[in-house]
Nanobody, 124 residues
């Protein structure tokens, strides 16, 4: 079993910054990738940023240049530094991790896990 716990959400004025953190715990053989998604009221959940174990990153166009995702493999943590926040960034932010929970030779078990989310509100 794997658990993800997010923290760092809150209320901030437009132009401000927040740093979200997510820690994975439980039966982890290796983390393959971690990502942040968000869901605003009345909208579908969307990918914000993803980082792979090797360090490759990917961002949605709406946050490029403002958000930075980073992965601390040793601590099983992923961070999302959010700068120059805008009211349209208001959403619940969810952490996702693609994790190998078991490996024995050619046999492996890989799962996709989600946190419960942390609320980010950006006031104008």
């Amino acid at each position: 079993q794997v658990q993800l716990a997010e923290s760092g959400g809150g209320l901030v004025q437009a132009g401000g910054s927040l740093r979200l953190s997510c820690v994975a715990s439980g039966s982890i053989y290796s983390i393959n990738s971690m990502s942040w998604h968000r869901q605003a009221v009345g909208k579908q959940r969307e990918l914000v940023a993803r980082v792979e174990r090797g360090g490759n990153t990917d961002y949605s166009d709406s946050v490029k240049g403002r958000f930075t995702i980073s992965l601390d493999i040793a601590k099983d943590n992923v961070y999302l530094q959010m700068n120059n926040l805008k009211p349209e960034d208001t959403a619940v932010y969810y952490c996702n991790a693609n994790i190998t929970v078991f490996r024995d030779g050619d046999d492996s078990l890989v799962g996709d896990f989600w946190g419960l989310g942390t609320q980010v509100i950006v006031s104008s």
